[in-house]
């Protein structure tokens, strides 16, 4: 985490993910930042889930093994490690672009 997110994080409370883009102008021999939030959405896995006939999201601990507090970061749009990304395309049979987008949020 960049020191920008970690002050982030002091004045939130809140843990977020972020990428800053840094730009230097020729011109006006100037340097800007954009910050960007980055957020996670997880519809693509949650239809993906439902379109193979599971009805029960907790059934995913078991099918991928996966813990209970991965569970809950999911269905709240939280970021998960790539490790349990991992166990869920393989449990789903699927690419991490099948289950999950990126999104960039300028502040």
């Not at 002091?10 to 843990?15: D, E, P, V």
Request: glycine content about 6%; overall charge neutral.
């Amino acid at each position: 985490m960049t020191p920008l997110c970690d002050k982030l994080l002091q004045i939130t409370g809140i843990k977020i993910f972020c990428e800053i883009v840094i730009f230097y102008t020729l011109k006006t021999q100037s340097c800007g930042i954009i910050f960007y939030n980055m957020q996670v959405d997880y519809t693509k896995l949650w239809a993906r889930y439902k379109e193979m006939g599971h009805k029960n999201k907790t059934d995913l601990i078991e099918m991928a093994g996966i813990s209970t507090n991965i569970l809950a970061k999911l269905t709240k749009g939280e970021f998960i490690s790539m490790d349990s990304i991992q166990r869920i395309c393989k449990a789903l049979n699927c690419d991490v672009g099948d289950i999950c987008v990126i999104n960039k949020v300028e502040d």
